[in-house]
């Protein structure tokens, strides 16, 4: 089966790497070229974006925001900020209420000062902080500005160590790790992350997502889509060249705008007339006008 380009909404299980995900759907697919849209914990499961083939080129301009079911336990604290790491402190949160718990997580609304986990992807020097930390190696993590649209509680368990259930709307680069963390601090009884998923990412919702086993079916069956790259970048403007004007633009000439383009989008999607998409152009102002360079060309004419 000789795939076309696209992603793949990949449903990915606890217990394996974004990485081990890519290498399995490399075999299932048969294609050198497979990339992901953002790193899950092995832990975790959820939407994982997958792109097929050439667009890989594509995953740096899908949409950005990320949703999570998170489940927290309050009175535990891990080296993980996990249940994958070891406990370092327990104590008794059973006299927490939820009233209590609401007030709390109302400081993590919108734009915040975060410190991920020491042990995360993050690249320092070379190496990734997880392996630094693995290593003994005291890491100094810098804190950054992330975003929280929304949490939602779904569910509170009382007992010793409670357990609090909320779904959490993001940015890029937010660790839901650090949020049970620093909201165990909040709280001053300590908390970790017990389990995660993912139910949107780069456009992609749980709801319409894989597992492996689903897409070995389908390609066994010969009836596997990759979704078109266009359904993912909608959010982007796009212009739309008749033949002679789109069969320039693929061979790497600049050319005018047809239409009129707003001055604060410097990325945009290409079409030929009929539909096809061409890839991405960049805007550029010249004095005789706007002009669209390409940037990423996906099809040959």
């Known amino acids: 089966m000789n795939l076309p380009f696209g992603f793949l909404n990949l449903n990915k299980p606890a217990g394996w790497t974004s990485h081990d995900c890519v290498a399995k759907v490399r075999r299932l697919c048969k294609l050198k070229k497979v990339g992901h849209g ?19 080129r594509l995953l740096q301009f899908l949409p950005t925001e990320k949703a999570y079911l998170a489940k927290i336990r309050l009175g535990l604290q891990t080296t993980t900020d996990d249940l994958e790491g070891e406990a370092i402190a327990r104590q008794s949160a059973s006299h927490l209420t939820l009233e209590r718990v609401k007030s709390a997580l109302t400081q993590f609304l919108g734009r915040i000062e ?5 042990y995360s992807a993050i690249q320092r020097n070379g190496k990734r902080l997880y392996e630094l930390a693995r290593a003994g190696e005291e890491v100094d993590v810098p804190a950054r500005i992330v975003e929280v649209s929304g949490i939602e509680i779904v569910g509170w368990e009382t007992r010793e160590f409670p357990e609090l259930e909320v779904a959490i709307a993001c940015g890029p680069g937010t ?26 990412s780069c456009g992609l919702n749980l709801e319409t997502s894989l597992t492996f086993e689903q897409l070995a079916a389908q390609l066994q069956q010969e009836t596997f889509q990759p979704i078109p790259p266009a359904a993912l970048l909608a959010h982007l403007p796009s212009v739309t060249l008749p033949p002679e004007s789109a069969q320039r633009w693929c061979h790497g000439q600049r050319i005018a705008s047809p239409e009129p383009i707003s001055p604060t989008q410097s990325v945009l999607i290409i079409y030929r007339e009929g539909g096809q ?25």
């Open 277 to 301: 998409f061409l890839g991405i152009s960049e805007q550029v102002s010249e004095k005789d006008g706007v002009q669209l360079r390409p940037k990423i060309v996906l099809s040959e004419q």
């Open 114 to 118: 975060q410190i991920p986990p020491a």
């Open 38 to 56: 953002g790193t899950l914990d092995p832990a975790a499961t959820g939407v994982l974006p997958i792109a097929l083939g050439k667009a890989t």
């Open 175 to 200: 660790y839901i790790r650090a949020i049970a963390r620093d909201l165990g601090e909040c709280l001053g009884v300590g908390g970790t992350l017990a389990a995660l998923t993912r139910t949107q």
